[in-house]
């Protein structure tokens, strides 16, 4: 019996939504630009956190080693920075790569590559560039390094104090923008959700005289449900896949846009690698949204 | 059936019903009569546990039916059959599946309801129409399907609360005439009506209602107010 009433809801819900076609139509296209909202944030939020990403990475600190450290010394301090949880990564020069650098960079300007040749020796020292895994925690790796290497000679200076406004700065905007976007989100998704159900509401206000009549000729509640809790569902996977085809021009149009403002991640690329998570959430996310709402608007019907 | 020393106070503290005391018999065809407001629907309302009454019980079979939980509830009114004025189809189901709905929540197997439905359109004179929607019936062919449905899981009562409100003699005539056969056959019919000539011509009992109070109750009576 159990199977005979899964099959009698599911062919009623199937047939509701068919026949009460500008209802459903009306359903899924409101829900449809729910989930596009919903899209559309996911997509700010993927540009956000790309783009914090690129400043953050842009990000580091030179440590210059005095010209007459002892390897031993440098290569300690080397070792242990890495060793760091805060580092992310490390790059080191010695001193002859530093030499070369430097000759690079002035390739051109012929006065101070003469003043070098006229020194003789390498006036350099080493140097390491250190990447934090946030730009918060470079005071505390600079505190390591002065502990371990700036009293004994071996550490000359660290850019970081000329550098520690910006830096600072730059992280404070990080954690703000993070934050900001995760209230929008959150926010765009609520107000979002809440304009669906309501949506749903409204069609299910529609019948509710025949809800009530389903009542008096003795069906449960369970069975009252099931048929409008179906077509919630379908509303959901129309509007899932609807969502994904409108999205198709507009990730291709941001793709475009985005090249044009310089943003490293091209969301077009994203829509493209990404289709199938994306197709997966919103169906998933629309079903849910459908179901939800249509088993608790036809609570409210489900007194008598 | 049983109403003991019934009242129904709404909100508004308007009295709707006053210690009404009414005994139903198994297979008696009733007819409830009064001016409008005079409590006719409040009564049906608590026959069909649609509402509580303030004060007093309604009994079915020795039960309080204001005490069943909503599986027990589900149970009875499958036991009831209601026909209303305004027919109360559902407008996105044919004829066909009104019934078979009716059916289905009644928990029967869909052979049975391939069987009872056509059959039942029969009865009423409906069988071509089965598939037509609400919207494309006349009113007399609505009613028609709405008892049809009443009917179908072969209740103990039919409660027809204004059946022929919206409806001209001729197709008045036919479904008084197919409630008779229907309480011919053994069940019990509870009418609530306005038409002084419906009453009169059936000779059946009448229970005449005014101000929340019964003025009246014949065995055989006749459309008084």
């Known amino acids: ?167 600072d700065k730059l992280a404070e905007i990080i954690v703000a923008s993070k934050k900001l976007g995760f209230a929008a989100i959150a926010f765009f998704i609520f107000v979002s959700v809440l304009i669906t159900f309501n949506t749903i509401r409204l069609a299910i206000f529609i019948f509710r005289e025949e809800i009530s009549v389903m009542q008096l000729v003795g069906a449960s509640a369970m069975y009252i449900r099931g048929p409008f809790v179906t077509s919630g569902v379908m509303y959901g996977i129309c509007s899932g896949l609807l969502t994904m085809l409108v999205l198709w021009p507009i990730s291709y149009w941001l793709g475009l846009l985005s090249e044009t403002l310089g943003v490293t991640v091209n969301l077009y690329q994203y829509y493209q690698d990404n289709w199938f998570q994306l197709a997966f959430l919103l169906i998933i996310s629309g079903l849910i949204l459908g179901a939800t709402s249509s088993y608790l608007a036809v609570k409210r019907y489900l007194r008598i | 059936m049983l109403l003991d ?55 079915f079979e020795d039960i309080d039916i204001h005490t069943l939980n909503r599986s027990e509830m589900n149970d009875y009114r499958r036991r009831i059959g209601m026909v209303f004025q305004d027919f109360r189809l559902i407008p996105n189901m044919t004829a066909y599946e009104n019934i078979a709905f009716a059916m289905e929540a009644a928990g029967r197997t869909d052979e049975e309801i391939a069987a009872d439905v056509p059959h039942v359109l029969e009865l ?52 008084i005439q197919i409630l008779k056969k229907i309480n011919d056959l053994g069940t019990t019919i509870i009418l609530t009506t306005h038409n002084k000539g419906v009453i009169d011509s059936l000779g059946k009992r009448v229970i005449s209602v005014e101000a929340g109070k019964i003025i009246r109750d014949d065995k055989s009576g006749k459309y008084l107010l």
């Open chain 1, 1 to 167: 019996m159990l199977i005979t009433k899964i099959k009698r809801t599911l062919r009623s819900g199937f047939i509701s939504f068919w026949r009460n076609g500008s209802v459903s139509l009306a359903s899924v296209l409101v829900m449809t630009i729910t989930l596009i909202v919903i899209s559309c944030v996911l997509f700010v939020g993927v540009v956000l956190n790309t783009t914090l990403k690129d400043i953050q990475s842009k990000v580091d600190i030179n440590v210059y080693f005095t010209k007459d450290a002892l390897q031993d010394g440098v290569d300690q301090i080397v070792k242990s920075v890495k060793a760091l949880p805060e580092v992310a990564d490390i790059t080191y020069t010695n001193k002859e790569d530093s030499l070369k650098e430097f000759r690079l960079r002035h390739q051109n300007d012929q006065l101070t590559l003469q003043a070098l040749d006229e020194l003789g020796d390498n006036p350099l020292g080493a140097k390491m560039s250190v990447r934090a895994k946030d730009p918060s925690q470079y005071e505390t790796i600079v505190k390591f390094i002065k502990n371990s290497g700036g009293d004994n000679g071996t550490v000359d200076r660290i850019n970081y104090d000329e550098n520690k406004v910006a830096i």
């Open chain 2, 5 to 59: 020393n019934v009242s129904k106070i709404y909100k508004d503290g308007s009295l709707a019903l006053d210690g009404v005391n009414i005994t139903i018999k198994p297979k008696e065809f009733v007819s409830i009569v009064g001016h409008s407001g005079a409590g006719k629907s409040t009564l049906l309302k608590m026959i069909l546990a649609e509402d509580k009454p303030t004060k007093g019980k309604v009994f």
């Open chain 2, 124 to 175: 009423v004179d409906l069988k071509k129409k089965m598939h037509n929607f609400p919207s494309q019936l006349s009113g007399g062919e609505k009613q028609r399907v709405a008892i049809a449905r009443a009917i179908v899981n072969q209740p103990d009562i039919i409660i027809a609360d204004e059946p022929t409100g919206n409806l001209d003699p001729v197709n008045t005539f036919e479904v």
